[in-house]
């Protein structure tokens, strides 16, 4: 039995999880708005947004499940007087390649020129809260749309994200973002 222990020292000691592991940086611009009572857009400059970083569950039966991963915060940062943010991060994983998302942490009550009900109605039920404010409505938006396929992965996004739109077929309810995979 002691040698059987031995061997697996050895192993575990020879073993560099750098060779099997996956990095990925990834850096995003982007500015957020909501529509005024006046069908208008204004930027958000109250509010942070979250680079975050998708942890796959592990099949339920395996033994892997007992130890769970959840999505990871790489980094936070304020939305400027523009409704412009800038944020960056990196990700190394043992077996996946990294996949990142954004979170939208908004404060409650709704932010009173924002006129669109979606954000009202998450502050009426949501309990969450963040660093910043003491309840927020959070909003996600997926840059890598396409379960982790590496061709759909990039270092570098820019995105602007809606609350409420203005189209040419109508005014819109709810959270929308564009841009996100850029050559």
Do not use: W
């Amino acid at each position: 039995m002691a040698k059987i222990f031995l061997v697996f020292l050895l192993l575990i000691s020879t073993f560099n999880p750098g060779h099997c592991a996956n990095t990925r940086k990834v850096y995003v611009k982007g500015q957020i708005f909501c529509m005024d009572a006046k069908k208008e857009l204004q930027p958000i400059r109250d509010g942070t947004v979250d680079l975050m970083e998708i942890d796959s569950a592990p099949p339920r039966d395996s033994f892997l499940s007992n130890f769970q991963d959840t999505d990871d915060i790489i980094s936070t940062t304020h939305f400027s007087d523009s409704g412009k943010f800038e944020i960056s991060g990196s990700e190394i994983e043992p077996i996946s390649v990294p996949e990142f998302y954004l979170r939208f942490n908004l404060p409650c009550p709704a932010i009173d020129y924002c006129a669109d009900h979606s954000y009202s109605g998450r502050c009426a039920s949501s309990p969450s809260k963040s660093k910043t404010f003491s309840t927020v409505a959070r909003f996600t938006y997926l840059l890598e749309q396409n379960n982790a396929q590496l061709d759909n992965q990039r270092s570098f996004y820019d995105v602007t994200c809606y609350i409420g739109v203005k189209t040419s077929e109508g005014t819109f309810e709810g959270f929308s973002c564009s841009g996100g995979l850029t050559p």
